[in-house]
């Protein structure tokens, strides 16, 4: 048995029957580590001593005949956003390079409650800004399926994790995109939730009414149970909402037949690679060959997606990172002589290209004469772009889009063009700003054999229905 490519369930049922032990399970997923990861740099920092703890904690429940929890004995990693206890907790940061939490995130705490082994913390673009994790304070992460290339960002690490056979899952986090443009590139599921179906509670901000929790997996059953496991109302987290959560992984087996999948002409045009429509467009029609009905539909405002992202994010971004200044934790500027001078070295020392460019952009849309120009009208059209998924959604089930225009670029390839960069969320912001779920599930690949994913977006507090169509068209026997 190959302890480095089961699922979770497959993880879960080897340790309970004593196929294998939650230990080595674990020990072989660091192994994987220590042979790949020098390549591949998906890790920042391993937290082994609290791994094997959890799983001899796992092994000795087995042996006691006790009953164990959803998730026992399997290997997962965290993406280096989310805060945890006593580990190393960088957000791909020089200015907290040396930050250990004192707790955990709600979503890291509720994984480990159900018996996860958490392997260690991911590499990822500097404060989760950037499409291809070129942005880390560190080193950039490399795609398992081709190292020249580009695992796709912010969450790159979490999903070149789980392409590699390093962790079974991982969580990432998404503000435009960074779960799924990430999960497409490396031919792995990523799931954003609702915003607010998962607690942001120890996720540290980016742009706090755009950032969700989620999780990257091997298959879609899998994204189910990892969801199931961390959704639900968190007294900590005001946004975080009171809704039932339903058991995902049940509504995976109901049949798509007679399902509104929606076709949106706004995704399908300029800049969209040739392979990646024809391999998207293929998908769809076996949806419809699944008794899926195709419906057009259109979202007018797409256009303004990306403009109306880079004033919210950035603006949110500038206010959320006034924090780092040097004076509670994190890096401090050493030999300053005044409180100003401290301010900032201390934030030109420790913040990289890309967060000194957004914080300075979201500073001059929130500034005095320019808020009303700039970050009010892109909260109008934040209102028309979420509109226009409602008007859809009264017509459709899901819709169905590519994840990204183009499959994994090169390293290096647009790192210094901001704007080409940017665009290269266009198909995912959308969901972002309008609170949306989305996953993002392998659906071919192109002639030099790198993984193309199609996104299906769904209503508010739909992720069922999401993950059904996922489902559905992961276990068709089509795919990679």
Do not use: W
């Not at 994010?313 to 409180?339: H, I, M, Q």
């Not at 420790?350 to 909260?379: H, N, P, W």
Request: neutral net charge; charged residues 20%; hydrophobic residues 40%.
């Amino acid at each position: 048995m190959d302890l480095n490519t089961l699922t979770i369930d497959g993880a879960r049922a080897a340790v309970a029957q004593g196929v294998t032990t939650a230990t080595a399970l674990a020990e072989s997923h660091f192994t994987a580590i220590q042979k790949q990861d020098g390549e591949i740099g998906a890790f920042l920092t391993l937290s082994k001593e609290r791994a094997l703890e959890k799983a001899a904690a796992i092994d000795e429940a087995v042996k006691a005949g006790n009953a164990l929890p959803a998730l026992a004995g399997v290997p997962v990693a965290i993406k280096d956003v989310m805060v945890t206890r006593n580990v190393r907790t960088t957000a791909g940061s020089r200015i907290l390079e040396n930050y250990a939490p004192p707790y955990d995130a709600t979503a890291v705490a509720r994984l480990e409650q159900a018996g996860a082994v958490i392997l260690g913390k991911l590499n990822c673009d500097e404060f989760a800004m950037g499409s291809s994790n070129e942005n880390s304070a560190y080193h950039p992460v490399r795609n398992p399926r081709d190292t020249s290339r580009v695992p796709g960002g912010s969450s790159g690490g979490a999903a070149a994790a789980v392409a590699a056979g390093m962790a079974v899952a991982t969580l990432g986090s998404d503000t435009g995109g960074s779960i799924r443009q990430p999960a497409s590139f490396c031919g792995v599921v990523g799931m954003m939730p609702t915003y607010g179906r998962v607690s942001r509670y120890g996720l540290i901000a980016f742009a706090s009414s755009l950032d969700h929790i989620g999780p990257l997996t091997r298959t879609v059953k899998d994204a189910a149970l990892m969801l199931r496991t961390i959704a639900g109302r968190d007294p900590m987290d005001s946004t975080s909402a009171d809704v039932p959560v339903p058991d995902y992984v049940a509504e995976l087996e109901k049949s798509v037949k007679g399902l509104k999948v929606g076709v949106a002409k706004e995704y399908f045009g300029a800049g969209l690679d040739a392979e990646v429509q024809g391999t998207v467009e293929n998908a769809i029609e076996r949806l419809q060959s699944m008794g899926g009905k195709i419906v057009k539909v259109s979202l007018p405002h797409t256009e303004y997606a990306i403009p109306t992202y880079y004033i919210v994010a950035t603006a949110e971004a500038s206010s959320n990172l006034a924090r780092f200044d040097g004076v509670r934790y994190g890096y401090r500027a050493p030999k300053t002589r005044s409180l100003s001078e401290m301010y900032r070295r201390t934030r030109d020392e420790g913040f990289g290209t890309e967060v000194k460019r957004r914080i300075m952009l979201g500073t001059y849309a929130l500034s005095a004469g320019y808020y009303d120009a700039y970050y009010l009208k892109a909260q109008k059209v934040r209102t028309l772009l979420t509109r226009d998924f409602e008007e859809a959604f009264k017509k459709v089930d899901v819709i169905a889009t590519p994840t990204s225009p183009t499959a994994a670029f090169r390293l290096g390839e647009k790192v210094n063009d901001p704007l080409a960069m940017y665009l290269a969320d266009i198909y995912t912001v959308t969901a972002d700003l309008a609170g949306i779920p989305g996953i993002s599930v392998p659906c071919g690949q192109t002639k030099e054999n790198l993984p193309i994913g199609m996104q299906i977006l769904g209503k508010h507090f739909d992720e069922a229905t999401v993950l059904r169509v996922a489902y559905a068209y992961e276990t068709g026997g089509f795919g990679l």
